[in-house]
């Protein structure tokens, strides 16, 4: 038998998956990491735990393999927008910095605010917001200079896993378009946006295509792994695309919609698209396809913060669904925005808060826990808005995430939509989708389509015309509140911040 390994560096663990050609799972295997936070805004990550957990996960798959089985290769999709500095020595200076960390605000704001702000993302696709590299170099100018004149590579996460393990000075072509310094019309790094940077073309690593293959293996990593040290190891995707691809949400207008931690909706489309308001972003998944859509913040972890919080940790989370599912559409009334850690798409502000509006003596708790869901979904639905106005419209929705796994909120997302709301049968998409990329870059399959042979519909949501009426009179209030508390944000933000502790 021939077997592949995707495996997916996530945000807060990586996962490896042992698949058969045909896309059927064997084994899997996670292993999670702490991302070390404090009140300044960081977000961080030891690249040795990620780096072990690699090891680890892999080997923990590949024990399925029997002697006369053979793994074609292992497949990598990875978080976006992470930074890491090295010196001449390819010492780490930094560790893993992810997109959640948003230090760079205040120099997002400059670059906002200069004239070259907004062309430069006309030219990369990436929305001006703390998360990504452009914002971070200059925050590290102007904060940690030691770094930056030390600073003689840079690399994102899973191009230190390939430097680790080959000796490698590269990025694939998807994760290169989440970096805001790279043209995605010219495919090459971008002279404006890296002078305002300060930031050397030869500091960057080179861009490859995400079918590039590296081979030979060092004999000691291939032990640590299980597996032979001819093992070819695909570089693959960004996990935004990658999740396009794998949900099979890769025609026009079919999006994909996934709330895991946090969340995203995206499109694909056949060359690269940005937005005349800077709404959306547009990252390749390949050279022919190009993903438009937006990321959110808010997802799974504000309904973990309101079980904890709101419910004192006391209830598991299905019991708080439950007491949500007793309240009406609306929650009478009651309105959650979910930016309780800032907010990217669609309104990209870093210093976003969350709110209760509308709360009156008939509100309980039951309703605090209906209106966190269905918070997280007008925000999704905003973000839908301005993607029409990007690509057109939305003729099909694949749903995956961890928010799935509650009948609730997914019906919740088919009533706000006015859509069906397909779930396919793989839960494992990022990782199927890193395989898929595999099986084209050794032969084995002409275009990455094929995955249509292997993701199918575990369930449908219809959505429910009883509730059409009460969410589209109560989204427009949700929206609107999101574009006037826009002025207070920042005043609200930096009062909080004279009371955090680190």
Known sequence: MQYLIGVDLGTTATKAVLFEKDGKIIASSSQAYPLHRNASGMAEESLEEIFEAVLVTIREVSINLEDEDELLAVSFSTQMHSLIAFDENWQPLTRLITWADTRAVKYTEQIKASKKGFDIYRRTGTPLHPMAPLSKFMWLQAEYPSIYQKAAHYL?????IFQRLFGTNKIDLSTATGTGVFNIFELQWDKEALEMTGIKESQLPNVV?????????????????????????IWGAADGPLSNLGVNAIKPGVAAITIGTSGAIRVVTDR????EKGRTFTYALDREHWVVGGPVNSGGDVFRWARDQIFDGKITFDEVTELAANISPGADGLLFH?????????????????????????????HMAHSVLEGVIFNIYMVALSLVEVVGDLNMIQATGGFTSSGLWTQILADIF??????????EAGCLAAVIMAEKALGLIDDIS????????????????ENFSIYRE???????????????YENIANFQRKFEKD
């Open 156 to 160: 994102e996460l899973k191009g230190y």
């Open 209 to 233: 295509e995400p079918y590039e293959i590296e081979e030979n293996l060092p004999h000691e990593y291939a032990k640590k792994m299980g597996i032979q040290s001819s093992t070819k190891f």
């Open 272 to 275: 690269p698209k940005t937005d």
């Open 338 to 366: 979910p930016y309780l850690g800032g907010e990217r798409a669609p309104i990209w502000d870093a210093n976003a808060r969350g709110s209760f509006f509308g709360l009156n003596y008939g509100h309980n708790r039951s």
């Open 418 to 427: 006015e859509q069906p709301i397909n779930v396919p049968e793989s839960r």
């Open 450 to 465: 094929e995955i249509e042979k292997m993701v199918g519909t575990n369930q449908t949501y219809q959505p429910n015309p």
């Open 474 to 488: 109560i989204s427009p209030i949700f929206i609107r509140l999101s574009r006037s508390f826009l002025a207070e």
